[in-house]
């Protein structure tokens, strides 16, 4: 029975990493510019009558273009507009076969060097992880950058408002002077009202897109401003400050709580690099705790407690603004 599973793990593996290797080096396909064309000329819609509702107007047509997996996906999680906050041009497509060609060598390579059976599924969690990571810490670092940027952003549109320029004319000037992430988000939004779009929907689009509290602050607004009127500079001014200052208390926050953070990091990553060094000097000695039935509940208490522990740790360092 185990020689049974261990030939399906493996052919499973082989299958996901050669699928894998051929999407991503098959080119990127010109469907979706097509699509988007169609919808501008009025020559096709996007499925169900319109361009997608939810994170980018008429600038992106619906994930369920993709294929079916990508509309599945969409029921539960919309990884499309998560790899959108990232800056990552990769279709969604690709992104799973990518994960799955990485689980799949996990499990095929401790087969191949002749290392022990559990290590197959471990290296493949490990390995199937390691691209939603690196897409959670990139999205991370270009939101924060936006928030640093959006302070000035918000003075260069009340300038051009004093000077005499419209607020479309503002979000271009943003766009133009201002670098990625915020001088992108805002091109997407100039072009969007020059294509048609109202610009109440596309800085709502916008706010929907970049999950940032001031900047849905900035939407709103701008939204009342232009229902019921009044001096939009000067209000952009006002959150400009607020944005500033929550800035400043935010930055304290991070000296104070900073002690806590490389506390935390050091519990945190003792055992793993203790068991790391016991692994190397005797390696029969850590092996008991796989191989006994006591050990490995040991293992997994040790790890609940780890979970647990990073759970609290965090909560204790995260002070909200």
Request: hydrophobic share 50%; net charge neutral; aromatic share 8%.
């Amino acid at each position: 029975m185990l020689t049974l599973i261990v030939l399906i793990t493996v052919f499973v593996g082989v299958a996901t990493l050669v699928g894998a290797v051929a999407i991503l080096f098959r080119g990127d396909s010109n469907l979706e510019i097509e699509s988007r064309l169609e919808i501008l000329t009025g020559k096709g819609v996007a499925e169900g009558g319109k361009g997608e509702q939810q994170g980018g107007g008429i600038t992106r047509v619906s994930d369920s273009d993709g294929g079916a997996l990508e509309a599945y996906i969409a029921k539960y999680f919309n990884l499309r507009l998560y790899l959108d906050q990232a800056a990552m041009e990769t279709s969604v497509s690709n992104f799973i076969l990518l994960t799955a060609g990485l689980a799949g060598a996990g499990a095929v390579v401790p087969f191949l060097l002749g290392l022990p059976f559990y290590i197959g599924p471990v290296l493949a969690v490990i390995l199937s992880i390691i691209p939603l990571t690196y897409i959670w810490f990139k999205r991370g670092k270009r939101l924060a950058k936006f928030g640093n940027q959006l302070p000035d952003a918000l003075e260069l549109i009340a300038r051009a408002l004093r000077a005499g320029h419209s607020l479309g004319a503002g979000f271009h000037l943003v766009s133009e002077e201002m670098l990625d992430p915020i001088g992108g988000e805002f091109r997407k939004v100039f072009e969007s009202q020059n294509l048609g779009v109202t610009l109440e929907d596309a800085i709502v689009d916008m706010t929907e897109r970049v999950p940032n509290l001031d900047l849905k602050f900035f939407g709103t607004a701008v939204i009342l401003q232009r229902q019921t009127g009044g001096d939009l500079a000067e209000i952009l001014d006002k959150i400009g400050r607020l944005v500033r200052q929550r800035m400043e208390l935010f930055g304290q926050i991070q000296a104070l709580t900073g002690e806590g953070r490389i506390s935390g990091i050091v519990l945190l990553g003792m055992p793993p690099a203790l068991f790391a060094v016991m692994w190397y000097l005797n390696p029969t000695y850590v092996m008991t705790l796989f191989t006994d039935p006591l050990g490995q509940k040991m293992l997994a208490g040790a790890i609940v407690m780890q979970l647990i522990g990073a759970w609290v740790i965090q909560k204790i360092i995260d002070i909200k603004v």
